[in-house]
């Protein structure tokens, strides 16, 4: 089965291919020709979906966000999976998980975000209005542990989860450099603790 029978909507394949070159690559070293090459779609096909390559790095980001709030979405409310300190905890492991087991490709925006911030207006709000999101769903999830009695009540729930999100992010981007897991196992050391049980002395 050819990857493009994967996706019968055009816009979606280009997308998705585009993804697996920038994860390759990067969003500035992919060229158009060799997106279209790779996709098997005609120059014309890319302009009638996207205005341009930044139009599409923008896309490219509302999709991937999309994807991940989805893929989290249930791990972070669900209370079939814990109360809401053994979610958040859960969610912070998975960080690890993937890197340990070489998975962190998945992470679209840490990729981008040092790349693209400086280069493309339009890119960046695109990843600031998709950590935004992250972080609120992050939020809830304290607030609900807060309700439950796992969360200390004390703890400001969006102040706790920008600076949470901020952690990691920052951990992810020193694994990149350092090829070490120290920056992500340090991040979940100084996660545990600031969302220490209520019963904790």
């Not at 070489?102 to 693209?116: D, G, I, P, R």
Request: hydrophobic share 40%; charged share 20%.
């Amino acid at each position: 089965m050819s990857r493009q029978s994967l996706y019968p909507d055009t816009r979606e394949h280009i997308l998705a291919v585009g993804e697996v070159l920038i994860h390759g690559r990067s969003f500035t070293a992919m060229g158009l020709s060799e997106l279209l090459s790779e996709a098997k779609v005609p120059k014309g096909s890319f302009y009638h979906y996207f205005k341009s390559k930044e139009d599409f790095g923008v896309a490219l980001l509302a999709r991937y966000f999309a994807g991940y709030r989805e893929r989290v979405g249930d791990l972070l409310t669900d209370s079939q999976h814990g109360n809401g300190r053994e979610r958040l905890l859960a969610y912070f492991q998975q960080w690890l998980d993937n890197h340990a087991s070489c998975e962190s490709q998945s992470c679209l925006a840490v990729k981008l975000a040092a790349e693209v911030s400086d280069m493309s207006e339009p890119m960046r709000v695109a990843l600031s209005d998709g950590m935004d999101a992250i972080v609120r769903k992050l939020a809830a999830c304290i607030r609900s542990g807060q309700q439950d009695g796992s969360i200390k009540p004390q703890l400001p729930a969006d102040d706790t989860a920008y600076a949470l999100y901020s952690l990691w992010l920052g951990a992810a981007l020193m694994y990149k450099t350092q090829h070490s897991l120290a920056p992500l196992q340090a991040a979940m050391t100084h996660t545990q603790g600031l969302l220490l049980p209520c019963n904790a002395a």
